[in-house]
């Protein structure tokens, strides 16, 4: 039982390229979400989805997209970089969305050059 | 809007000291708060769900309380190994129920 797994661990980017975070859960959760974590800041919410083929906007959507093709699955996409997406990356899930704990992954640390 | 804030920013303790973090909250209706502890290059690692006003939850050296407008994480006898970055998180019950909004943390210092 690995949790979730995201990859990668670290990436750098240039200005305008695109690329996509990995996340995975071995759970059967029907929740994830993708939050972003930068400093003197709290976690803030980007998307989330409520299960496979079903995702929404959270309170930071602008430049990133995702899907949900798959209970297991939850990628994020970086559509074209910039300096201002630099910030590490935490993929969630819980196995629902009102009052269940998230679990979380490592992060992935992103720089955008 | 939903807002956590957290105090102290940052918190020095001897091995032994206990003290208290504290997790000021305002939304329109609580589902569950939440604490976290993270530690550094890691994800957050879940801690305790407190849901009404009067609840307590305990986990070996931490335990959580919870009143209408605040939440507080004692700590009792600290040891260097519960240096970390604690988070505190809120769920509304109403319309904005899908997210969790986050306080931005109180990193906790246990020297030996």
């Known amino acids: 039982n690995a949790g979730v797994t995201q990859t990668p661990k670290f990436q750098v980017l240039k200005t305008g390229q695109s690329m996509t975070l990995q996340c995975a859960q071995d759970m059967n959760h029907e929740y994830m979400s993708w939050y972003r974590q930068d400093p003197g800041m709290g976690l803030r919410l980007i998307h989330y989805s409520v299960g496979a083929g079903i995702t929404d906007q959270g309170e930071v959507p602008n430049g990133y997209n995702v899907s949900r093709s798959t209970t297991e699955d939850f990628p994020l996409r970086l559509l074209s970089a910039a300096p201002s997406q630099t910030s590490v990356y935490f993929c969630?899930?819980?196995?629902?969305?009102?009052?269940?704990?998230?679990?979380f992954g490592d992060g992935t640390r992103l720089s955008i050059l | 809007e939903d807002q956590v804030t957290q105090s102290p920013e940052a918190l020095r303790l001897q091995e032994g000291e206990s003290s208290s973090l504290n997790c000021s909250y305002t939304?329109?209706?609580?589902?569950?708060l939440f604490w976290y502890r993270q530690d550094p290059g890691k994800g957050p690692e879940f801690l305790f769900t407190?849901?009404?006003a009067g609840e307590e939850k305990e986990k070996e050296r931490l335990k959580a309380t919870l009143t209408k407008k605040e939440s507080f994480l004692h700590i009792t006898a600290p040891k260097p190994e519960d240096s970390a970055t604690y988070l505190c998180?809120?769920?509304?019950?109403?319309?904005?129920?899908?997210?969790?909004?986050f306080g931005k943390g109180t990193l906790l210092t246990v020297n030996p």
């Open positions: 969630a899930s819980s196995y629902s969305f009102s009052n269940q704990p998230q679990h």
């Open positions: 939304v329109s209706g609580l589902r569950g």
């Open positions: 998180a809120v769920q509304a019950s109403g319309g904005s129920n899908y997210k969790l909004t």
């Open positions: 407190l849901y009404s």
